[in-house]
C-alpha cells in the first residue's frame, strides 16, 4: 500500500512538472536583444507601409549599461536611400516632425525608447513597402558603439507596438515617448 501511494505521489509531482514546463515554454518571450558595447538594443519593429509608400518609421529601446553616454547619429538599411533619427512633437496643437541633427543622447544607466509619437527612425525612399511579418534588416550608428546591425519586425499598418511573432512569441509592447527606466 505504501509503494503504490509513494508510486501516485512521483505521478503526480512528474505530471505538475511536465504541467509546469508547459507553461513557461508559452509564456511571452522578450524580444531579441542586440548588444553592443555597454548598449542593449531591444524591441526592435516597424509598420507595414501601403504599396507606393516612400517612408517608414523605426521603433526600438536602448540601454546603456555603462559608464558613458553614447549617442544614436542614424544608421542605413538596404530597403531606404537613408535612414535618420526624428522628432516627433506636439506644439500649440500641431504635430511637428524634424531630423535631429545631433541624434538621441543614451545617458549611462538610463534607457531611451524611440516609439510612435515621439523620437523615431526614418527611413527615406523606400524601394519596396514595408510588409507585415518581415524582419527588415537596419544597421545603427552611434558615437560609441559604431555601427550595429539589428533587425525590426515588421507589425501591422496601425500598429503601436510589437505583438506575436510568426512563431507565436509575445514582444513588450512599445509606449509612446522616449525616455525612462523600464
Given amino acids: 500500500m505504501q509503494m503504490k501511494l509513494l508510486a501516485y505521489s512521483s505521478i503526480r509531482c512528474a505530471l505538475a512538472a511536465i504541467a509546469l514546463l508547459y507553461c513557461f515554454s508559452a509564456w511571452p518571450?522578450?524580444?531579441?536583444?542586440?548588444?553592443?558595447?555597454?548598449?542593449?538594443?531591444?524591441?526592435?519593429?516597424?509598420?507595414a507601409t501601403p504599396g507606393g509608400a516612400k517612408i517608414g518609421g523605426g521603433y526600438l529601446t536602448i540601454e546603456n549599461k555603462g559608464s558613458v553616454p553614447d549617442r544614436l547619429v542614424g544608421g542605413s538599411a538596404d530597403v531606404a536611400s537613408k535612414v535618420e533619427v526624428h522628432e516627433m512633437s506636439m506644439k500649440?496643437?500641431?504635430?511637428?516632425?524634424?531630423?535631429?541633427?545631433?541624434?538621441?543622447?543614451?545617458?549611462?544607466?538610463?534607457t531611451v525608447k524611440l516609439a510612435p509619437g515621439g523620437n523615431h527612425l526614418m527611413l527615406f525612399d523606400l524601394k519596396s513597402?514595408?510588409?507585415?511579418?518581415?524582419?527588415?534588416?537596419?544597421?545603427?550608428?552611434?558615437?560609441?558603439?559604431?555601427?550595429?546591425?539589428?533587425?525590426?519586425?515588421?507589425?501591422?499598418?496601425?500598429?503601436?507596438?510589437?505583438?506575436?511573432?510568426?512563431?507565436?512569441?509575445?514582444?513588450?509592447?512599445?509606449?509612446?515617448?522616449?525616455?525612462g527606466k523600464m
Fill in 92 to 110: 500649440d496643437g500641431v504635430m511637428t516632425m524634424r531630423p535631429l541633427e545631433k541624434g538621441v543622447t543614451i545617458e549611462p544607466g538610463k
Fill in 29 to 47: 518571450a522578450r524580444a531579441e536583444e542586440v548588444k553592443a558595447g555597454d548598449l542593449v538594443i531591444s524591441q526592435a519593429w516597424s509598420r
Fill in 129 to 179: 513597402p514595408l510588409k507585415q511579418g518581415e524582419k527588415l534588416p537596419v544597421t545603427l550608428e552611434f558615437e560609441k558603439a559604431g555601427k550595429v546591425k539589428i533587425s525590426l519586425e515588421v507589425e501591422s499598418v496601425g500598429a503601436q507596438g510589437p505583438t506575436a511573432n510568426s512563431d507565436g512569441k509575445m514582444q513588450m509592447k512599445g509606449m509612446p515617448g522616449h525616455s
